[in-house]
């Protein structure tokens, strides 16, 4: 099986002493794409660095997550703007609103987060979407750009049905991670799973974040998440669905692949001269 995992913050310090390992076990795992998200200015560059050291396995996102919002700059833009043209960079964001924790105000958030919608319509980039207990002005926000975006999706979807038939009418997918495998606060969304489109379902770990609470005893994680675990998400959510893993794996694969344009692993190793 083949899975993607189209959201790892492997900038993370957490992942600093055994980056390379992560990297092998998620391989071996059948993880064969890892999408790096980057979530402000700089370390949307060490994206691209890591993505350099492993174009066969890795993309790069460019964007200012809410949290970082009062960060954002007419600079930023402009230097997102220079980096999109990387062949290995593939889409803008983490991008969006979270009124839950507001390290950034909602005005700064706001601010960022149409300037960044702004200059992916510029580029033709689909979007890598962020939004905690702000659906309704999140919402509003998106629509004003939706048909101008080539793609979107809300990544680690945890809110309510309506917020999730808003999203698919607006044509995004909708990204899952291991908070599905958390029976304190994931049962609403275990209900919402199965409401899904096959074509608008994409995987991810958040990694280092989210570790799944239904991980076997014994696996050597401490309390990090990382993108080896993907397949354990993507069992569960097969559970959820009434569907075989395998049969997920292939959909939210070949959804992965059609949102990012990622080639197959052999025709990356060949442009690459690696294998």
């Known amino acids: 099986m083949e899975w993607i995992d189209i959201c790892v913050n492997l900038t993370h310090e957490s992942f600093k002493r055994d980056r390379v390992a992560v990297i092998e076990r998620a391989a071996e795992a059948g993880v064969r794409w890892l999408l790096v998200t980057g979530a402000d200015e700089t370390e949307s560059r060490r994206c691209i660095e890591l993505a350099e050291q492993y174009p066969?396995?890795?993309?790069?996102?460019?964007?200012?997550?809410?949290?970082?919002?009062?960060?954002?700059?007419?600079?930023?833009?402009?230097?997102?703007?220079?980096?999109?043209?990387?062949?290995?960079v593939v889409a803008m964001g983490e991008m969006g609103l979270d009124y839950y924790r507001n390290h950034s105000t909602p005005a700064q958030?706001?601010?960022?987060?149409?300037?960044?919608?702004?200059?992916?319509v510029d580029l033709?980039?689909?979007?890598?979407?962020?939004?905690?207990?702000?659906?309704?002005?999140?919402?509003?926000?998106?629509?004003?750009?939706?048909?101008r975006l080539p793609a979107a999706v809300v990544h680690c979807f945890t809110s309510d049905a309506a917020a999730l038939d808003r999203y698919l009418e607006m044509d995004c997918h909708i990204g899952i991670t291991g908070w599905v495998c958390d029976e304190r606060r994931g049962q609403d969304l275990q209900e919402l799973v199965p409401r899904i489109p096959d074509n608008r379902l994409l995987l991810e770990?958040?990694?280092?974040?989210?570790l799944p609470r239904t991980l076997p005893k014994g696996l050597p994680h401490g309390r990090r998440n990382e993108p080896a675990f993907l397949p354990h998400v993507g069992e569960h959510?097969?559970?959820?669905?009434?569907?075989?893993?395998?049969?997920?794996?292939?959909?939210?694969?070949?959804?992965?692949?059609?949102f990012y344009g990622l080639p197959d692993v052999a025709s990356a190793q060949q442009s690459t001269g690696t294998g």
């Open 109 to 120: 958030q706001r601010r960022a987060f149409e300037a960044q919608l702004e200059l992916a």
């Open 205 to 210: 770990t958040d990694a280092p974040y989210l």
């Open 56 to 88: 066969e396995r890795m993309r790069a996102t460019l964007g200012v997550h809410p949290h970082h919002a009062s960060q954002w700059r007419e600079q930023t833009a402009y230097r997102f703007e220079e980096d999109a043209s990387h062949p290995l």
């Open 237 to 258: 959510v097969a559970r959820l669905r009434e569907t075989a893993p395998p049969a997920l794996a292939a959909q939210t694969s070949a959804n992965a692949r059609a």
């Open 124 to 147: 033709g980039f689909p979007v890598f979407l962020h939004e905690r207990e702000a659906s309704r002005e999140f919402g509003d926000i998106l629509q004003r750009y939706r048909d």
